[in-house]
């Protein structure tokens, strides 16, 4: 796939950057703003809702999870356990799920589309009604985050669901159901990535580059960790947050925090 020099892909609302090495490395951050422009003005009612079911989910003594697999688990991954994180987020994680931690890498994209893999893993994890789990799917289209989100709210688990909706209206389902991710959710939040994960393409290099889903999804969802916090405060409940190990005191702090909830924190043990 080619285009004229310097042109971003269908969906971007940046300049065309130039195509030497610093105007595509600027392009694409201009792109990423972009989106999280975007993301900040179409998406502040749905970062709010998904705020306050993890608030209402940890007030109310329920235990809170994120799900992704391939790269949309690194956002999954950067909420736990992390400095300035709510500490009671957990990762739900699988075989061959995380990140590319298998071999082939190939692997984990298969992995993604068998059946009953989903239930397998949801019924070997600690996820109990009334808990939340965040489920992370750039595309929505695969046999494992559809029937993950389906059976946890079968559960009684409640789902939010981070993901393009651009997928769902621009390609077609894989998986039986012929449902998509943002189908089964109690919250769906919208990317905005278009279909393909690629912001730049140019001439002379043959396929779009410049995925972007990563650093937007990442950031939609501290966002909704920072909303969870307020709303929280406004329970008159105290956030759980985490403090680096890097600063004095810091490691003494999240001791003691995780004293306190050790029956909700799952990555200790």
């Known amino acids: 796939?080619?285009?004229?020099?310097?042109?971003?892909?269908?969906?971007?609302?940046?300049?065309?950057?130039?195509?030497?090495?610093?105007?595509?490395?600027?392009?694409?951050?201009?792109a990423a703003m972009a989106l999280l422009a975007r993301?900040?003005?179409?998406?502040?009612?749905?970062?709010?809702?998904?705020?306050?079911?993890?608030?209402?989910?940890?007030?109310s003594g329920g235990r809170l999870f994120a799900f992704g697999a391939g790269h949309s688990s690194l956002p999954a991954q950067d909420l736990v356990y992390r400095a300035g994180g709510l500490a009671l987020m957990n990762l739900l994680a699988g075989p061959g799920l995380v990140g590319v931690d298998v071999r082939p890498a190939t692997l984990g994209s298969a992995l993604e589309r068998v059946e009953g893999y989903a239930t397998a893993v949801l019924e070997n994890s600690p996820l109990r009604a009334g808990d939340a789990l965040v489920i992370i799917s750039l595309?929505?289209?695969?046999?494992?985050?559809?029937?993950?989100?389906?059976?946890?709210?079968?559960?009684?688990?409640?789902?939010?669901?981070?993901?393009?909706?651009a997928y769902a209206e621009g390609t077609t389902a894989r998986n039986?159901?012929?449902?998509?991710?943002?189908?089964?959710?109690?919250?769906?939040?919208?990317?905005?990535?278009?279909?393909?994960?690629?912001?730049?393409?140019?001439?002379?290099?043959?396929?779009?580059?410049?995925?972007?889903?990563?650093v937007v999804t990442s950031a939609v969802l501290q966002a909704v960790m920072a909303?969870?916090?307020?709303?929280?405060?406004?329970?008159?409940?105290?956030?759980?947050?985490?403090?680096?190990g890097n600063v004095d005191g810091g490691h003494a702090w999240n001791a003691e925090v995780f004293a306190t909830y050790r029956d909700r924190i799952f990555y200790q043990h």
């Open 1 to 30: 796939m080619t285009s004229t020099p310097g042109t971003t892909t269908p969906g971007t609302t940046t300049a065309a950057p130039s195509a030497s090495p610093g105007g595509l490395a600027t392009g694409f951050l201009d």
């Open 39 to 59: 993301v900040r003005e179409e998406e502040a009612g749905s970062i709010a809702a998904a705020g306050a079911l993890l608030a209402d989910t940890v007030a």
């Open 139 to 165: 595309s929505g289209r695969n046999a494992l985050p559809v029937e993950l989100a389906q059976a946890a709210r079968a559960r009684g688990v409640r789902v939010i669901g981070v993901t393009s909706v």
């Open 176 to 214: 039986p159901s012929g449902t998509f991710l943002k189908d089964h959710c109690d919250v769906v939040l919208d990317n905005k990535i278009a279909v393909g994960d690629a912001e730049l393409s140019v001439e002379g290099i043959g396929a779009p580059f410049a995925p972007a889903s990563t």
């Open 227 to 244: 909303s969870a916090a307020g709303a929280l405060l406004e329970r008159g409940v105290e956030p759980p947050m985490l403090r680096s």
